[in-house]
Structure formats: C-alpha cells, structure tokens
C-alpha cells in the first residue's frame, strides 16, 4: 500500500515536468551545451519608457566572440502569448533588428540576434533553445 501511495504521490510531479518554464540560466546551459560561443553575459534591465514589450520574465544578452562586442539577446516568458508580443515587435522592426529571430518549440523563449552573425552560428542557437 505505501508503495502505490508513493507513486501516486510522485505523478503530479512527473505531469508538471514539462510545463516548467525555463530560466535565463538554463537558456545559457543550453547555448554552452550545444557548443555555442559566447561571453559577456549581462541581464538589463527594464526601462519603462521603452518600446520593447515588457512582457517577458527574464532578458539576458551574450556577446558572441565573431562579432564581438555585438551578440544577441533571449527572452523567457511565462506563456506564449506573453512571448508572441516580443516575437511580432520584433518582426515589425526585421530591417532594424535583423534576421535573426527565432522561438523555441514551446514558443517560451525567443531569441533576438545581432544581424551580422553568421547563418551557422544562428543555426547553432536555434537548435540550442528549440526545447526549451
């Protein structure tokens, strides 16, 4: 009896695994993971009078050493939606912002590239953050 008290004890946790939301930090296990180069980590700051939408939980940009001190930056956010105002900001700007922006299958993390990064790279980054 204790034994199926403690598996049904555990389900929830189990069930809940996959509807976690990431973390800025494990954006950046996953850029290191996937052999991705970067350096110069910093998490900005809001600033009200900004353009940017904020509705993203966490923000933290990289510098990329081939086109240092340039680089990109990654949003996490805590529902889709919440990351579809970022997304379609940054479509509106594409001649400003770049290429270079892409979304994670669970659309919770997007990440917004420098433009003159190289297409591999990108392609580096996108496979990096695709499952989160």
Do not use: W
Request: charged share 20%.
């Amino acid at each position: 009896m204790k034994k199926l008290l403690l598996m049904f004890a555990g389900l929830p946790l189990v069930a809940c695994g996959s509807d976690a939301i990431p973390t800025a930090n494990e954006v950046l296990r996953a850029l290191k993971s996937n052999g991705v180069p970067f350096n110069a980590v910093s998490y900005p700051t809001r600033k009200p009078l900004s353009l940017l939408p904020g509705t993203y939980k966490e923000r933290v940009e990289v510098v990329f050493p081939s086109i240092a001190p340039k680089g990109g930056q990654f949003f996490v956010c805590e529902t889709r939606e919440y990351c579809d105002h970022l997304h379609e900001y940054f479509h509106t700007l594409k001649a400003l912002a770049g290429p270079h922006v892409y979304r994670s299958k669970s659309g919770l993390v997007l990440a917004q590239l420098y433009s003159t990064l190289e297409q591999p790279v990108a392609n580096q980054i996108l496979a990096a953050i695709e499952d989160l």
